[in-house]
C-alpha cells in the first residue's frame, strides 16, 4: 500500500488559516488522495479528495504539488470547531477487490487557539 | 436524512464471551466497512463488503472475528472468545459504491473487554 507521512501535531490560532502537509512520495499514477478529519468520540469525516488538480469545496481547499509527491490541506480560517485529528489517505482509482479500503495512519491532531 | 447507524454505542462484556456489533448503512449504499480503533491509533481497517459479499477480509486479525451482511443492508461484527486486546471503538462505514466517493462514518461502538 501507498503510505502517507504527516507530522504528529500542529496548532494554529482561531481564525487563522492552516496548512496541513502530507508526503506521499511513492504515489502511483491511479491513487487519489483523500483527507479525513476526527472530531473527539466522532467517526472520520470526509473533508476533500483529489487526484492531480487542486480542489476546494465549503470545508477546505487541497493544494497537490505537480509531481503529486505531497499536498496541503488549506482550512482557510480555523474555528475552534476543526480541532481534529486529519488524516491524510491514499486511495487506488481500481476500487476492486483489495484496493477499494481507506488505509489510516496515525494523522495529524490540530490544535486551535482562541 | 438518517446516517450510519451503529449499536450498541458501548458495551462491556467479560473476557471469553461472544459480542456482536450491529451496523446499519445509509440506504442505497452498497459498500460497507468495518474498522476499529484503539486508543490514540487511527482506524484500521478489518473488512469490507460490496453488496452481500465480503470484498476484502484481510484486515480480521483472526478467526474469532467474523462479519456477515446477509442481505446487502444490515451487517453484524461478531467476536468469539472476547480478549482484552479487543477493547476499541469499532466503526463502520458505508459508501454509494466502491467506485470512489467518500465514506461516511458511523460513531462507533465502543467494546470493553473485562
Known amino acids: 500500500d501507498a503510505k502517507t507521512t504527516q507530522p504528529n501535531s500542529m496548532e494554529s490560532n482561531e481564525e487563522e488559516p492552516v496548512h496541513l502537509p502530507c508526503n506521499h512520495s511513492?504515489?502511483?499514477?491511479?491513487?487519489?488522495i483523500h483527507w479525513y478529519r476526527q472530531l473527539p468520540s466522532q467517526g472520520p469525516e470526509y473533508v476533500i479528495h483529489?487526484?492531480?488538480s487542486n480542489v476546494n469545496n465549503r470545508m477546505a481547499s487541497l493544494a497537490i504539488a505537480e509531481d503529486r509527491k505531497s499536498s496541503t490541506l488549506i482550512l482557510h480560517r480555523a474555528t475552534l470547531r476543526d480541532a481534529a485529528v486529519y488524516y491524510c489517505i491514499l486511495r487506488n482509482g481500481n476500487y476492486g477487490g483489495s484496493q477499494g479500503n481507506l488505509i489510516f495512519g496515525k494523522g495529524t491532531k490540530l490544535s486551535v487557539k482562541p | 436524512g438518517a446516517g450510519v447507524s451503529q449499536t450498541p454505542s458501548n458495551k462491556v462484556t467479560e473476557k471469553g464471551k461472544y459480542v456482536e456489533l450491529r451496523c446499519d448503512p445509509i440506504?442505497?449504499?452498497?459498500?460497507l466497512y468495518w474498522y476499529r480503533q484503539s486508543l490514540g491509533q487511527g482506524p484500521e481497517f478489518l473488512i469490507y463488503f460490496q453488496g452481500t459479499g465480503a470484498a476484502d477480509d484481510s484486515g480480521l486479525p483472526n478467526d474469532r472475528f467474523f462479519a456477515v451482511r446477509p442481505e446487502g443492508s444490515v451487517s453484524t461484527l461478531k467476536i468469539q472468545r472476547t480478549e482484552r486486546g479487543d477493547s476499541a471503538v469499532y466503526l463502520c462505514?458505508?459508501?454509494?459504491?466502491?467506485?470512489?466517493?467518500?465514506?461516511?462514518f458511523g460513531e462507533g461502538s465502543r467494546l470493553t473487554v473485562l
Open positions: 462505514a458505508s459508501s454509494p459504491s466502491l467506485a470512489g466517493g467518500e465514506l461516511f
Open positions: 511513492t504515489i502511483s499514477g491511479t491513487d487519489y
Open positions: 440506504s442505497g449504499h452498497t459498500a
Open positions: 483529489g487526484l492531480t
